[in-house]
């Protein structure tokens, strides 16, 4: 079955960096599209960044410029680095594929000093 797993998540001071981790199991991971979603309570999930299958990204307007999203199609693996991290970073970070159950657990990124 489809399982994805962050990891990665953490408290960070603002200006800091954090590199999440997503390792996808049970799909052909380099034939899918995969997202990197993240939420804060009482607020609606919100697109972070994306990768197709061929390498084309695509991101946020709010974190242009700081996040880097790639993948490592012999791991399995979707990461998104992240550099000059800001309080407004602070979510839980979700790890998306076009495939049931579409989402990881999340792992938290908190930004504070």
């Known amino acids: 079955q489809v399982q994805l797993v962050e990891s990665g998540g953490g408290l960070v001071q603002p200006g800091g960096s954090l590199r999440l981790s997503c390792a996808a199991s049970?799909?052909?991971?380099?034939?899918?599209?995969m997202r990197w979603y993240r939420q804060v309570p009482g607020k609606e999930r919100e697109l972070v960044a994306g990768?197709?299958?061929?390498?084309?990204?695509n991101y946020a307007d709010s974190v242009k410029g700081r996040f880097t999203i790639s993948r490592d199609n012999a791991k399995n693996t979707v990461y998104l680095q992240m550099n000059s991290l800001n309080t407004e970073d602070t979510a839980v970070y979700y790890c998306?594929?076009?495939?049931?159950?579409?989402w990881g657990q999340g792992t938290q990124v908190t930004v504070s000093s």
């Open positions: 049970g799909f052909t991971f380099s034939t899918f599209d």
């Open positions: 990768i197709t299958s061929a390498g084309t990204t």
């Open positions: 998306w594929a076009p495939l049931r159950p579409y």
